[in-house]
């Protein structure tokens, strides 16, 4: 006759196992996020997370999941830091960083500026470019920014940007995503560079979407929408929940 205590011991022991992975919690690090909208989808799924920004969080935000200063620590591998609220919290590491720097000086939509009022050469592609000195420097300064976010110490990252002007010598983006995907009546092409992480992929499409206005400020233009949000956090928390754990940075 079978003996069915193993097999029972093993649905067990699986069972088990498949509980504690689903109960596990990700630490989530939202670079450059204010709005908080991508830290609420992933506090909404359960997970440990916090948006930092040299701004404090929006109004009707959480203080207690934002961390209102510079980044740059994080990004390299700092896990203890104060909360906007004003308390000190500490991670064991972070799991994901999602990064959202700064793209004044970078997004191809800039270009027209970097050659205003030219007053230098700069040499690219081989060539001799006449440039704005003073828009070209913060170019480079954000370019460095963005390379600290896309090298950040955690196992999973993903940094998103419009299109960069050639000029900033970006590397090739992973994927990209449009709000219209997700059930969002606008259209606006948004890039990732990935590390660790498969391309978002549609959910809902909606038909026929707007442009999305561009004469809006640059601040409120950028964020996220709560739907892509949701599908971001969904996504992601879900592969990163069923791939090896032990993937190291």
């Known amino acids: ?136 420097m913060k170019m480079c300064s954000g370019r460095d920014f963005f390379f600290e976010c896309l090298n950040a110490q955690a196992p999973f990252v993903a940094v998103e940007n419009p299109i960069p002007m050639k000029l900033a010598q970006l590397p090739k983006p992973t994927t990209f995503i449009d709000p219209s995907w997700f059930g969002v009546k606008y259209t606006k092409k948004t890039l990732f560079w990935l590390k660790n992480l498969p391309p978002i992929l549609p959910e809902r499409f909606f038909p026929n979407p707007k442009c999305y206005v561009t004469s809006s400020r640059g601040k409120y233009r950028s964020r996220t929408f709560p739907q892509v949000a949701a599908a971001i956090a969904k996504q992601w928390s879900e592969y990163i929940l069923s791939t090896d754990s032990n993937i190291t940075i």
């Open 1 to 136: 006759m079978k003996d069915t205590r193993l097999s029972l011991t093993s649905a067990g022991a699986c069972a088990h196992a498949s509980a504690r992975k689903q109960a596990r919690k990700l630490n989530v690090l939202i670079a450059c996020e204010e709005s908080q909208t991508e830290c609420a989808a992933f506090r909404a799924l359960g997970h440990n997370a916090y948006s930092c920004d040299i701004q404090p969080c929006r109004r009707g935000g959480n203080p207690y999941w934002h961390i209102h200063g510079d980044v740059t620590p994080l990004l390299h591998g700092d896990t203890a830091f104060n909360v906007q609220a004003g308390f000190l919290r500490c991670v064991s590491r972070w799991d994901l960083i999602i990064a959202h720097p700064p793209c004044t000086y970078l997004s191809k939509i800039g270009c027209p500026w970097m050659h205003k009022d030219e007053d230098a050469e700069v040499c690219f592609d081989g060539k001799m470019v006449r440039v704005n000195f003073d828009r070209y």
